[in-house]
T-cell receptor, first 116, second 112 residues
């Protein structure tokens, strides 16, 4: 299977701990996105990369959140000093470069975070 | 900045009935419009998209949507639903060079 994969699928942590999620995009896709989805809401945009460059960050991405894509392939999303409000599904998506920006995304199944 | 409003949070229907899921958007420039579907315990997948051209767009599983620029709407329709269409449906909009912005979703529940 060559879809978007995310790891871990589930993470339970205590408030104040740090957590890291990994995303492996479809191999030929050079754009990678992170979204967050809470119960009853649609996915909320967090940030995206084109190759290794982080091109846009949402105001939702507080200074406790950091994302990297060091070699333009996989990406990590780290949350420091987790809070209960960080509990959500973290979604990764990738897309091939498209100059027109048509925005079709291919999503992984998500990483569910529960902060106790 | 663009935004999306899905007018119904839940839509219950009987099998073989027609369904319409409503979506309105706001944007000051040209947009691209999408519908994604999320089946239980699965990732989001693209149902259909409008980029340009014909305002009636056909997607997978018999769904279609119509772009109405004057109404700023992109409603999703299916003439006859199946139990297997039970899922969460998300309308999304993007402008050139920007990330997709999603609505809050509509839960379609199909019963026999």
């Amino acid at each position: 299977d060559t879809g978007v994969s995310q790891d871990p699928r589930h993470k339970i942590t205590k408030r104040g701990q740090n957590v890291t999620f990994r995303c492996d995009p479809i191999s030929e896709h050079n754009r990678l996105y992170w979204y967050r989805q809470t119960l009853g809401q649609g996915p909320e945009f967090l940030t995206y990369f084109q190759n290794e460059a982080q091109l846009e960050k949402s105001r939702l991405l507080s200074d406790r959140f950091s994302a990297e894509r060091p070699k333009g392939s996989f990406s990590t999303l780290e949350i420091q000093r987790t809070e209960q409000g960080d509990s959500a599904m973290y979604l990764c998506a990738s897309s091939p470069f498209d100059r027109a920006g048509t925005g079709e995304l291919f999503f992984g199944e998500g990483s569910r975070l529960t902060v106790l | 900045a663009q935004s999306v409003t899905q007018l119904d949070s839940q839509v219950p229907v009987f099998e073989e009935a027609p369904v319409e899921l409503r979506c309105n958007y706001s944007s000051s420039v040209s947009v691209y419009l999408f519908w994604y579907v999320q089946y239980p315990n699965q990732g989001l997948q693209l149902l259909l998209k409008y980029l340009s051209g014909s305002t009636l767009v056909k997607g997978i599983n018999g769904f279609e949507a119509e772009f109405n620029k004057s109404q700023t709407s992109f409603h999703l329709r299916k003439p006859s639903v199946h139990i297997s269409d039970t899922a969460e449906y998300f309308c999304a909009v993007s402008e050139v060079g920007t990330a997709l912005i999603f609505g809050k979703g509509t839960t379609l529940s199909v019963s026999s």
